[in-house]
């Protein structure tokens, strides 16, 4: 299975600069074997994916609701995101589980309603520096994927550690191949042989410097990278630093 690129743009980007931004990405993709994937603010979602239809890149959303309708002001139910063109959302990230509360049971009842929705998630996992420091990251890691993920799981992992995101730290080659290698037991463990196929993405701090060694790592299914994907060369030169299969 080819690595998948996925470029989580936060909320960052008015209309225009985020339709450029996938306009130009778009325009470099030829020739990457990764799957590329971009995930604009909810509101940029139908734009980008009209600037996006026909290329080699697919756009998802950052968060949905569980819900697939109803009183939740301000939320956004799976099926708008896919009625606007997303294919993909990223769920439970950090800053969600940080800044909005999510814990992993919601998490888990949002990508229900992703999948339910034809949306395929992006699960993110991963351990403060506190717990790393405490020694707790593979027990942090372990009860988020046991608590976050429904069965059967059809989507991607990410392994995000939180003390490497927006921060510039990465975590070492070491760090994630352990990490990975630990994640893929789990899901081998609660998934069976299903469990060997799903992809787990590194993210935190990865850009166009440090992108071949990563996707280097076995176990290392692609990237979701933050900060650096909102610069179309350097989030393509991460893609090109992509194993094919
Ligand atoms: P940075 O690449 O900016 O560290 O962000 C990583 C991230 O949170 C992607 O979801």
């Not at 590329?36 to 290329?55: D, E, R």
Request: one cysteine or more.
């Amino acid at each position: 299975m080819p690595q998948l690129i996925a470029g989580n743009w936060k909320m960052n980007c008015l209309s225009a600069e985020a339709i450029a931004l996938a306009e130009a990405i778009a325009a470099g993709a030829s020739g990457i074997t990764a799957e590329l994937l971009v995930c604009p603010t909810a509101l940029h979602v139908a734009a980008v994916a009209k600037a996006l239809a026909g290329t080699a890149v697919a756009v998802g959303g950052q968060d949905c609701h569980q819900a697939t309708h109803g009183a939740h002001t301000g939320d956004i139910a799976a099926p708008m995101l896919r009625d606007a063109g997303a294919g993909w959302v990223i769920l439970g990230h950090s800053e969600r589980r940080q800044n909005h509360g999510e814990t992993d049971e919601l998490v888990r009842e949002k990508t229900v309603a992703a999948v339910e929705a034809g949306l395929r998630p992006i699960v993110c996992v991963g351990e403060t520096a506190d717990q790393r420091s405490g020694g707790q990251e593979t027990e942090v890691v372990g009860w988020q994927l046991a608590g976050s993920l429904p069965k059967p799981f059809d989507g991607v992992i990410a392994y995000e550690p939180v003390w490497a995101i927006g921060t510039g730290k990465t975590a070492t080659e070491q760090d994630v191949a352990v990490m990975h290698a630990f994640i893929r037991e789990e899901l081998v463990r609660q998934f069976g042989d299903a469990g060997q196929t799903v992809r787990i993405l590194y993210g935190g701090s990865v850009k166009a410097s440090n992108a071949v060694s990563l996707m280097a790592v076995p176990d290392v299914g692609g990237a979701l990278v933050g900060g650096a994907s909102l610069n179309a060369e350097e989030f393509l030169t991460i893609a090109r630093a992509a194993r094919a299969g």
